[in-house]
């Protein structure tokens, strides 16, 4: 039982590249997540996913885009990287609908946009 | 939308002391209160919760408290050891529904040292 497996760890862009974040959840979690973190500010909701097949704005979603693959996975796309996106971003999961709604984090994916 | 704020950035004590970090919501509607604990370079992992039907919840040195009137909870930590040394980060939801996923609102974090 893997839990919530981010790809990659480590990343660097040039200004105006574009990349995909990879995120995948063997929980049966219905719920999906996209957070930043940066210095002093704490974790920021880009985009979630309620549900297969639904998707909605978060906090910041501006300059990202997602997709809900499948239950399992849940990726988060950056089309043209600028500077200001340099973050640490989570991917998070949980299950909707219960008592219990802890939500599970991947390991984290570190990008630098130079 | 709901703002969490939270309070102290950084705490020092020594160790065996207590530490106490406060957190403060502004959406009436949320029901559901977690906390994290995140150590450098690592994930963030639940330590506790707590929902809006419980005032107190304890699990061994560790306990939340909540005001639902003020709109503010409490982490409580006791008998601290080294290795509780890391950032805590307290959330608020309005918890899970059809269609609304569980989107947590978080504070700016405490980072707390725990001296020998």
């Known amino acids: 039982n893997a839990g919530v497996t981010q790809t990659p760890k480590f990343q660097v862009l040039k200004t105006g590249q574009s990349m995909t974040l990879q995120c995948a959840q063997d929980?049966?979690?219905?719920?999906m997540y996209w957070y930043r973190q940066d210095p002093g500010m704490g974790l920021r909701l880009i985009y979630y996913s309620a549900s297969e097949g639904t998707t909605d704005k978060g906090e910041v979603p501006n300059g990202y885009n997602v997709s809900r693959l499948n239950k399992r996975e849940f990726s988060l796309r950056l089309e043209s990287a600028a500077p200001s996106q340099t973050s640490v971003y989570f991917c998070a999961s949980s299950l909707e609908g219960r008592s219990n709604t802890e939500a599970f984090f991947g390991q984290g994916t570190r990008l630098t946009v130079v | 939308g709901e703002n969490v704020e939270q309070h102290p950035s950084t705490l020092s004590v020594q160790e065996g002391d207590s530490a106490v970090i406060k957190c403060t919501y502004s959406?009436?509607?949320?029901?559901?209160f977690p906390w994290y604990k995140q150590e450098l370079g690592k994930r963030p992992q639940l330590i506790i919760d707590?929902?809006?039907?419980?005032g107190e919840k304890k699990d061994q040195r560790i306990a939340v408290t909540l005001n639902k009137t003020a709109k503010h909870f409490s982490l409580h930590i006791t008998e601290t050891q080294p290795e509780d040394s890391a950032v805590y980060f307290c959330a608020a939801s309005t918890g899970s529904g059809p269609g609304g996923g569980n989107k947590l609102t978080f504070g700016t974090g405490t980072q707390l040292k725990v001296e020998l």
């Open positions: 929980m049966n979690h219905n719920s």
């Open positions: 959406d009436s509607a949320s029901n559901y």
């Open positions: 707590i929902r809006s039907n419980v």
